[in-house]
């Protein structure tokens, strides 16, 4: 069965402080995986993408690393900021008939003055 | 550019109504179209997911339905709510070919009271 499983599931940091989230995925074939950041309230909105091919990507303040052997990737926030506090979803799409997303429970982030 | 617009964005209606959200597409054509489920403080569960107009599959059993009239309106319906319909209601929609980035409308909260 694909999984996506994320921690911690909620994170409190001060401002300006750095953090890591953790993603660990079952899915087999894999084709790519994604974080998403989600406001409260909100839909989701992509941070960044990456392939199997792909160890580190990065988007401004946010570093994304995938290590497809073990199955696992990480978003690495530097020097945060109050807007930061949002839900993080890991997503993993297989290379499988529809291509369907595998969504992970989330972490959500508070980052306070 | 494309744009994903849901309304209502937030509903209250008591056990037994029926309900009709609705979720329209801009700015591409015969795009895919998704209907997710967010329960607070978990993740997202997909519902039901269209490849084109009159073609709907659902993921899993349950008390809604979709509909897809138009190439891109996608609508979710009951016929009467209960209370485990509650949660957090979000459309999204991705390419047909290409990147398989799915792309979130604003959400719709939904409470069943």
């Known amino acids: 069965k694909n999984q996506v499983e994320q921690s911690p599931q909620s994170l409190i940091i001060l401002e300006g402080k750095n953090c890591t989230l953790q993603c660990n995925y079952t899915v087999s074939p894999f084709s790519n995986l994604r974080w998403y950041k989600q406001d409260t309230g909100r839909g989701p909105v992509s941070l960044t993408i990456?392939?199997?091919?792909?160890n580190t990507k990065s988007n401004g303040r946010y570093t994304a690393t995938l290590d497809a052997d073990t199955k696992q990737s990480s978003l690495h926030i530097t020097a945060s900021q109050l807007s930061d506090s949002a839900s993080y979803i890991c997503?993993?799409?297989?290379?499988?008939?529809?291509?369907?997303?595998?969504f992970g429970g989330g972490t959500r982030l508070m980052v306070k003055p | 550019s494309q744009t994903i617009h849901q309304w209502p964005a937030t509903l209250v209606q008591p056990v037994g109504s029926p309900l009709s959200l609705e979720c329209t597409v801009e700015g591409t054509s015969n795009p895919n179209l998704y209907w997710y489920r967010q329960a607070a403080g978990r993740g997202l569960q997909l519902l039901f997911y269209s490849v084109g107009i009159g073609q709907i599959s659902s993921e899993v059993p349950q008390n809604l339905s979709a509909s897809r009239p138009q190439d891109r309106q996608f609508i979710l319906s009951s016929k009467k709510l209960l209370l485990s319909d509650s949660g957090f209601y979000l459309c999204?929609?991705?390419?047909?070919?290409?990147?398989?980035?799915?792309?979130f409308g604003p959400g719709t909260r939904l409470t069943v009271l």
């Open positions: 999204a929609w991705s390419r047909t070919s290409g990147s398989n980035e799915q792309f």
């Open positions: 990456m392939t199997f091919s792909e």
């Open positions: 997503v993993v799409t297989g290379r499988n008939a529809g291509n369907m997303l595998t």
